[in-house]
């Protein structure tokens, strides 16, 4: 567990979930999926069962390669990281990472601090390389992921469809 301060004056409490954690959990990705258009889901959440968030979150925690943490300030989730490994065999080296945030933290420098955890544990666990998919169009996001070294290495044409929309994703990459 991390605590940290914040821009705000508050501290931000960082720590691993646990399998008690699964419903709260799905309910802060169905808050973050219904505050922006930035993220991989939407106002559903994760689309499992509490049982299968659980089972989840227990196969994480036996698992040296792969990280989840939760973001709390004064007691309440405020948003959740995850490094997963990207594929077996010849790709095993790669992981992935995710990020979500709950709008009315951002600004904060929680971003960065959830950015610095997870290229740390990537590299600890022995990674090789650190990946992850950005809308295109997220100037924000971009900014902090160049800010910790990520480039860009691929563009997505019209991937996604948000409201009737496309929009294109953008894939970058941290060698480590």
């Known amino acids: 567990m991390e605590l940290v301060p914040l821009k705000?004056?508050?501290w931000l409490t960082v720590r691993p979930p646990v399998p008690d954690d699964a419903e709260s959990l799905l309910a802060l990705s169905r808050r973050v999926g219904g505050e922006t258009d930035y993220l991989m889901t939407d106002?559903?959440?994760?689309?499992?069962?509490?049982?299968?968030?659980?089972?989840y979150i227990a196969?994480?925690?036996?698992?040296p390669k792969r990280l989840q943490m939760l973001g709390?300030?004064?007691?309440?989730s405020i948003g959740f990281f995850g490094v997963e490994p990207m594929g077996r065999g010849r790709a095993a080296h790669?992981?992935?990472?995710?990020?979500?945030?709950?709008r009315s933290c951002w600004h904060l420098g929680i971003g960065a601090?959830?950015?610095a955890i997870a290229t740390d544990f990537a590299k600890t666990a022995g990674y090789h390389k650190l990946c992850l998919d950005v809308r295109?169009?997220?100037?924000?996001?971009?900014?902090?992921y160049r800010r910790f070294g990520f480039s860009e290495c691929g563009l997505r044409k019209e991937h996604l469809l948000i409201n009737g929309e496309y929009f294109d994703e953008m894939i970058m990459e941290l060698m480590l």
Do not use: H, T
């Open 8 to 10: 705000n004056g508050k």
């Open 43 to 55: 106002s559903r959440g994760f689309l499992c069962s509490i049982e299968q968030e659980r089972e």
């Open 59 to 63: 196969a994480v925690l036996a698992d």
């Open 72 to 76: 709390f300030i004064d007691g309440e």
């Open 94 to 102: 790669n992981a992935s990472f995710g990020i979500a945030i709950v």
């Open 113 to 115: 601090i959830f950015m």
């Open 136 to 144: 295109a169009d997220n100037e924000r996001a971009i900014k902090l």
